[in-house]
């Protein structure tokens, strides 16, 4: 780690105070706290932060690997310095996946048997503590559950160095407002507390959830705070407070936030959840996440914060630093960033500052694998004049189209707006977007801008033009037709006993993949509700002619409610996707459609016996028919999505899928057949091919 000049942080702050970097966040290897420099000998406190570990029931779950990664790291991060050792090390919320005693006790044992020799562990329930259904309620409660499992409270007040920290669970695991009201006379009684103990000190506050309106994902727009603690927390300047349940990244600079007190977003080891809206949550390589604030306190109780990739063992660029914690007036963390960012840019022409760096020539996109619906457009990464990737945020890309047979008139068709990558510590140096909503037998053209993280355009446009050609499996079959046959999925039952997948499409997978033993019988294919299913591998350019209708249908059959899960008749809703599905608890059939990055789910009332079901979406409704008769309809518009991991992308028959083409939430029963359209059949079409239509 290199070491500091003699200018101090201080110094740094007067001469820095109203720049947009001392705005944002400072860029990296500022502050890098190294052995034998004179900030080294003063510091008194050295602490990990994490959120949202999630530990598995496997136990060789990539999150526990993660986290046994960076407890090894630890103790080597500053082993020769004056302050070698980590006092602390926090967990804020969420270290299972359900709150099972076999997923809490592995956590606990992989944490507290590899602390750094002096360190303690900082620690808080999340909303996931609280699953865990008869598990917990034979344990005394979820609360009772995890305090007997880690030997501790819920909820706590640990002095280190001198240094005060206050740990918050939730009550209930709701996801809302109200979670925390039942400890807001404590936490006053602990604020003041350690107020009176030394008011100039910095007061470290933790809980799951966000605190509504702070940090990156705690606003309205988003769903991971709540407002229970910002009227009491405000009452203390010199609060600075971690949160997590997001899994937005930590170095994102929103996610560093300063109003009347502060407050930092924690990430995640297990995967990023991203902004929702017109941007896709869960983006390529989203499950490659491991962030962990490394924080550093001084003897003039100034806090540093670096932000540790545990996967690739490297620091990020972004850094925070507070020069007097509880001096509300010299914060800088604070909306006025959005105002003072500069905006993006690829060439030197529209740069802020002159950058020999940047080319002098404009940089060009190309197209490629264009077929009638989709297309890869590759582009390289533009600039931002603090990092060249620490607000970088995404890129705006407006599509416009020209009919064959018009006049030549472009017109507006819409925009996709991919993530630049800055969330890893390894940035990609180029975008590969995939537009996969595009029309057949069109002439397009892309308008790509750069965005940052706070919402400021780059000025500059590089555009590209490109052509699809027409779908020949479109004319395949009068789509009008009374009994039309499934184009993209087709399995059922030959007359000869044998399953199979034979779509009317020639360019969807044929054929099956085979898991468990299914047996087939008397015309239908028979599944255990184990580990037996049927598997038909897609890929992108499959899914991109799933986007703007779909029809999903089955005939089933079975014989009692699924004891203790789910069962899926069609699926592959693995984080987007659609599927039939039973829920045991509720005794329902559903619908599941992942329209705009949201499931639209519509339930009907099922009983034991045979049945047929479609599902359909049309781009502006999601239906839902039952026996051949519509059971519910829910407005919806938007393209479709899928996930984004390559090892899900399969249709899975008698399962859904999961990642490295798993399966879970298996039937029990008897599937006939099971079909997917490219389009959305008619109520008299799904009538028509609905055996058990009364």
């Avoid at 105070?17 to 860029?27: C, E, Q, W």
């Avoid at 390529?284 to 996967?311: C, P, T, W």
């Avoid at 009332?605 to 039952?626: C, K, M």
């Avoid at 984004?644 to 028959?653: G, L, Q, V």
Wanted: aromatic share 14%; net charge negative; hydrophobic share 35%.
């Amino acid at each position: 780690m290199p070491k500091h000049s003699a200018f101090s942080r201080r110094q740094f702050l007067g001469t820095s105070l109203g720049t947009s970097i001392a705005l944002t966040a400072f860029p990296g290897k500022l502050w890098a706290a190294g052995p034998g420099t004179e900030l080294d000998k003063e510091l008194v406190l050295r602490c990990a932060i994490m959120s949202d570990v999630h530990f598995k029931t496997d136990p060789n779950c990539a999150e526990k690997k993660r986290l046994e990664k960076l407890m090894r790291f630890l103790p080597t991060y500053a082993k020769d310095s004056a302050h070698p050792n980590f006092d602390a090390v926090m967990v804020v919320g969420d270290m299972s996946d359900h709150g099972y005693a076999a997923e809490l006790v592995p956590f606990r044992d992989t944490l507290l048997g590899n602390l750094p020799q002096g360190a303690q562990a900082l620690l808080c329930m999340g909303n996931h503590e609280h699953w865990g259904g008869e598990e917990h309620v034979k344990a005394g409660g979820s609360r009772k559950n995890w305090e007997t499992i880690f030997s501790r409270p819920a909820n706590s007040h640990t002095v280190i160095n001198g240094y005060h920290f206050i740990g918050l669970s939730c009550e209930k695991g709701t996801c809302k407002d109200g979670d925390y009201l039942y400890i807001l006379d404590w936490l006053r009684e602990q604020l003041n507390a350690a107020v009176k103990d030394d008011p100039k000190k910095p007061i470290f506050v933790f809980q799951h959830y966000h605190v509504r309106g702070t940090v990156y994902g705690g606003f309205e727009k988003d769903w991971a705070g709540v407002k229970d603690l910002r009227a009491i927390f405000e009452e203390f300047p010199q609060i600075i407070d971690f949160s997590g349940h997001s899994h937005y990244p930590s170095n994102d600079p929103r996610s560093a936030w300063q109003g009347k007190f502060t407050a930092f977003g924690t990430a995640t080891l297990s995967y990023f959840a991203m902004e929702g809206g017109i941007f896709n949550r869960f983006p390529a390589g989203y499950q490659n996440a491991a962030q962990v604030y490394f924080m550093e306190v001084f003897k003039d109780n100034s806090v540093h914060f670096r932000i540790f990739d545990v996967l690739t063992e490297t620091f990020f660029d972004t850094e925070y630093f507070i020069a007097e914690p509880g001096a509300i007036e010299k914060y800088c963390y604070t909306e006025k960033r959005y105002e003072t960012a500069s905006t993006p840019y690829w060439t030197a022409e529209f740069a802020p500052v002159k950058d020999a760096k940047v080319c002098a020539e404009k940089p060009k996109a190309s197209v490629s694998d264009i077929d009638a619906y989709s297309a890869r457009l590759t582009f390289p990464q533009a600039h931002d004049t603090a990092s060249p990737n620490t607000f970088l945020g995404s890129y705006q890309i407006k599509l416009q189209e020209r009919k064959t047979g018009t006049n030549g008139e472009w017109t507006d068709f819409g925009e996709e707006n991919p993530w630049s990558g800055y969330y890893f510590a390894e940035q990609p140096k180029e975008i590969i977007a995939d537009l996969n909503s595009l029309e057949e037998g069109r002439d397009w053209l892309a308008a790509i801008r750069a965005r940052n993280v706070f919402g400021k355009l780059s000025e500059e446009t590089i555009s590209v033009e490109f052509q699809t050609p027409r779908d020949p499996d479109k004319y395949l079959q009068d789509r009008t037709a009374p009994y039309p046959k499934a184009d993209a999925l087709d399995f059922r039952v030959t007359e000869d006993g044998q399953a199979a997948n034979e779509p009317l499409s020639e360019t969807f997978p044929h054929g099956l993949e085979t898991c468990g033993k299914p047996v087939i019988s008397d015309g239908w294919a028979q599944f255990d509700g184990k580990d037996a299913r049927y598997r038909v591998r897609f890929d992108r350019g499959h899914y991109a002619r799933l986007r703007r209708q779909i029809t999903l249908g089955a005939r089933f059959s079975f014989d009692e409610y699924p004891a203790g899960q789910n069962g899926c008749i069609i699926a592959n809703t693995e984080v987007g996707g659609t599927g039939i599905s039973i829920d045991h608890q509720q005794k329902t059939l559903n619908f599941w459609c992942h329209v705009a990055g949201r499931y639209q789910i519509i339930s009907a009332p099922i009983a034991p016996g045979s049945h047929s079901a479609y599902g359909t979406y049309d781009g502006q409704n999601v239906r839902f028919y039952l026996d051949g008769k519509e059971v519910g309809v829910q407005k919806a518009s938007g393209p479709l999505t899928y996930t984004a991991n390559d090892s899900a992308c399969a249709y899975s028959i008698a399962s859904d899928i999961s990642g490295n083409y798993g399966g879970n939430s298996y039937f029990k029963g008897k599937i006939q057949f099971a079909r997917v359209f490219t389009w959305a059949l008619t109520p008299e079409q799904v009538k028509n091919l609905s055996p058990d239509a009364k």
